[in-house]
T-cell receptor, first 112, second 114 residues
Framework: DAKTTQPPSMDCAEGRAANLPCNHS???????VYWYRQIHSQGPQYIIH???NNETNEMASLIITEDRKSSTLILPHATLRDTAVYYC?????????????FGTGTRLTIIP | DAGVTQSPTHLIKTRGQQVTLRCSPK?????VSWYQQALGQGPQFIFQ???????QRGNFPDRFSGHQFPNYSSELNVNALLLGDSALYLC?????????????FGEGSWLTVV
């Protein structure tokens, strides 16, 4: 699976949009971009994933650049409960490969 | 719809002992994976089970073994515990054949080895 690069930490004001970047310049054509977050002492929570089109769900939006070498996770109206470590993961999603390779993630702190 | 459930939530073991952790996958899921997360680190993939067989394995010694039952639930066994095995053990489940599928995690089992 391709490697990802994320900033180690970010702050965002409560109520503002939080934009978390991820670089995956070596991504291949059959690799998906997944985002998870982990609140202290809890299991990772699935947020969203995509292949090449932008995706939106009730939690967030995922913007993938046209060349697929980077992406941005957007939390539209950040709340204090969004404070967590956010992991961007690139994964070959096909028959048999269920492995997720976690990096160090971005520690997002929402400021009141 | 129950998500991924794990038991026990916390346990303390002595060096050299053996431990068994349990996991029930999310409804409709047939694949279970296990991860180890040491304090301050990201989760590390241990292995994956599908159709009661180990399909993928990460860089973990043979002291780590597992089992999957016909109802898709799974166990993680760790023998000859070391202090370094103290960690959060996470179970994840998914549906095996769907490309671009989603993997869901349980809340984990905290293991402390003393």
């Amino acid at each position: 699976d391709a490697k990802t690069t994320q900033p180690p930490s970010m702050d965002c004001a409560e109520g503002r949009a939080a934009n978390l970047p991820c670089n995956h310049s070596t991504i291949s054509g059959n690799e998906y971009v997944y985002w998870y977050r982990q609140i202290h002492s809890q299991g990772p929570q699935y947020i969203i994933h995509g292949l090449k089109n932008n995706e939106t769900n009730e939690m967030a939006s995922l913007i993938i650049t046209e060349d697929r070498k980077s992406s941005t996770l957007i939390l539209p109206h950040a709340t204090l409960r969004d404070t967590a470590v956010y992991y961007c993961i690139v994964r070959i999603s096909n028959f048999g490969n269920e492995k997720l390779t976690f990096g160090t993630g971005t520690r997002l702190t929402i400021i009141p | 719809d129950a998500g991924v459930t794990q038991s026990p939530t916390h346990l303390i073991k002595t060096r050299g002992q053996q431990v068994t952790l349990r996991c029930s996958p999310k409804s409709g899921h047939d694949t279970v994976s296990w991860y180890q997360q040491a304090l301050g680190q990201g989760p590390q993939f241990i292995f994956q089970y599908y159709e009661e067989e180990e399909r993928q394995r990460g860089n973990f010694p043979d002291r780590f073994s597992g089992h999957q039952f016909p109802n898709y639930s799974s166990e993680l066994n760790v023998n000859a515990l070391l202090l370094g095995d103290s960690a959060l053990y996470l179970c994840a489940s998914s549906h095996f054949v769907v490309a671009g599928n989603t993997i869901y995690f349980g809340e984990g089992s905290w293991l402390t080895v003393v």
